[in-house]
């Protein structure tokens, strides 16, 4: 499956963990779930214009929540940790 790489990235993925690794140049995203490595480097350098120097990858299993008496199962995700080149920022991260 060929994806374009504005459809690899869904959403930038901002926590605590991840807010506190942007000083080591690292960004998380939540990408397509058939996307590779490669896709997502090329889809954040378009998106960003930056240099991408490597890409950590985890699935993420859906969890089970309640509501009520009923129990219901969130989706499964894919999850990107990108780290930069020494130097890049994303500069829409800044001040979140």
Known sequence: MDLHPL??????????????????????????????????????????????????????KGKTRRAGLKTYQTKPWKKAVVTLQAGERIEVFEGV
């Not at 807010?19 to 779930?33: G, I, M, N, P, W």
């Open 7 to 60: 459809e690899v990235l869904r959403r930038p993925v901002i926590t605590e963990k991840y807010t506190a690794l942007q000083d080591q140049s690292k960004y998380a995203f939540e990408v397509h779930r058939k996307a590779n490595k490669k896709q997502i480097r090329e889809a954040v350098e378009i998106a960003f214009r930056v240099r991408v120097s490597s890409v950590n990858v985890m699935n993420v």
